[in-house]
């Protein structure tokens, strides 16, 4: 099993930046996807990135695509969303995840293991 602590979330303006990072520990030996998700109030939970085992390999929600970088550093165990250009619409709850595999999942109900998720709030 992995588990997932994310950092990283605040208040900002619109147009600023923050970056989230995400550290795993337990089972990381085993190949995992590693994914980026956020929960605005009153809606369902969402895919904004994801990223394969090795990096190599990305997936962006077009909501954030262009603005959004998601990015992994396996001898560190750490997976980062750098967001910028942000957009009151961003606000939301965010999470980490990951999934033992050797391929790319984009949904949220692929993903096993999850962190507490970082709050990220866009003013106008």
């Known amino acids: 099993q992995v588990q997932l602590v994310e950092s990283g979330g605040g208040l900002v303006q619109a147009e600023g930046s923050l970056r989230l990072s995400c550290v795993a520990s337990?089972?990381?030996?085993?190949?995992?996807?590693m994914g980026w998700f956020r929960q605005a109030p009153g809606k369902e939970r969402e895919v904004v990135a994801t990223?394969?085992?090795?990096?190599?390999?990305?997936y962006y929600a077009d909501s954030v695509k262009g603005r959004f970088t998601i990015s992994r550093d396996n001898a560190k165990n750490t997976a980062y969303l750098q967001m910028n250009s942000l957009k009151p619409e961003d606000t939301a709850a965010y999470y980490c995840?990951?999934?033992?595999?050797?391929?790319?999942?984009?949904?949220?109900?692929?993903?096993?293991?999850w962190g507490q998720g970082t709050q990220v709030t866009v003013s106008s």
């Open positions: 995840a990951a999934q033992e595999t050797i391929w790319l999942p984009v949904g949220v109900k692929e993903y096993a293991y």
């Open positions: 337990g089972r990381t030996s085993r190949p995992y996807a």
């Open positions: 990223i394969n085992r090795s990096g190599g390999r990305t």
